[in-house]
């Protein structure tokens, strides 16, 4: 009963391809968030949404557009991937202060 | 302009000791501190939090200490266990109507409690 998940874990594709990332959520919560983690090891916060509307927008290239069907659901769409989106990605949700992730999508740019 | 710090990228410590990670932030709006632990492969686990209206919060072997005026927070852990071996992150943010704003991380530090 895994409370945020995403799918897939490990995603190798070629720059210039379109791809996603899936999130879902079982907990009932209010808010979703993705964040990147680089090679130096920062997690930085890309989106948030909550109750389906975008809330946070950090300072993210237009590529990347986050897409939420319903309140348990936050997808991570990639355009024209680059080398330098080669990262963990982390979904995220959260009811009030604690924010609970998922187990991370590490996606490889080549 | 790294608003969280975390200065030891590494801590080891043997088992039955104390193990003291720190952690520094510069923003004086922050009013909400968490500490999260992250095993290889998975996705950061909330341990523990602390609002700026604390100085102390406990939860069995863990506890977080937040000095305001140092903007500087710490994270105990007492015993440590092999178990605990993992990298710790540092986050704060301002809350607005009750809930949590952003979270902005430290870089981590990582703990190895050696048996």
């Known amino acids: 009963d895994t409370a945020v998940s995403q799918t897939p874990k490990y995603l190798v594709t070629q720059m210039g391809n379109d791809k996603s990332i899936k999130c879902e959520q079982n907990?009932?919560?209010?808010?979703m968030y993705w964040y990147k983690q680089d090679s130096k090891k920062f997690l930085k916060i890309m989106f948030s949404?909550?109750?389906?509307?975008?809330?946070i927008n950090e300072t993210v290239p237009n590529r990347f557009s986050p897409k939420s069907p319903d309140k348990a659901h936050l997808n991570l769409h990639i355009n024209s991937l680059e080398l330098g989106d080669s990262a963990v990605y982390f979904c995220?949700?959260?009811?009030?202060?604690?924010?609970?992730f998922g187990p991370g999508t590490r996606l490889t740019v080549t | 302009d790294q608003q969280v710090k975390q200065n030891s990228p590494s801590l080891s410590v043997q088992e039955g000791r104390i193990s003291i990670l720190n952690c520094d932030y510069t923003n004086s709006m922050f009013d909400y501190f968490l500490w999260y632990k992250k095993y290889p492969a998975e996705g950061p686990t909330f341990l523990i939090s602390i609002s700026s209206i604390k100085d102390k919060n406990e939860d069995g072997r863990f506890t977080v200490f937040l000095n305001k005026s140092a903007k500087h927070l710490s994270l105990h852990i007492v015993p440590s266990q092999p178990g605990d071996s993992a990298v710790y992150f540092c986050?704060?943010?301002?809350?607005?109507?009750?809930?949590?704003?952003?979270?902005?991380f430290g870089k981590g530090t990582k703990l190895s409690v050696k048996p």
């Open positions: 995220a949700s959260s009811h009030r202060n604690e924010q609970y």
């Open positions: 949404y909550n109750n389906k509307e975008l809330i």
């Open positions: 986050a704060a943010s301002i809350r607005t109507g009750g809930s949590q704003g952003n979270l902005i």
């Open positions: 907990l009932g919560h209010d808010t």
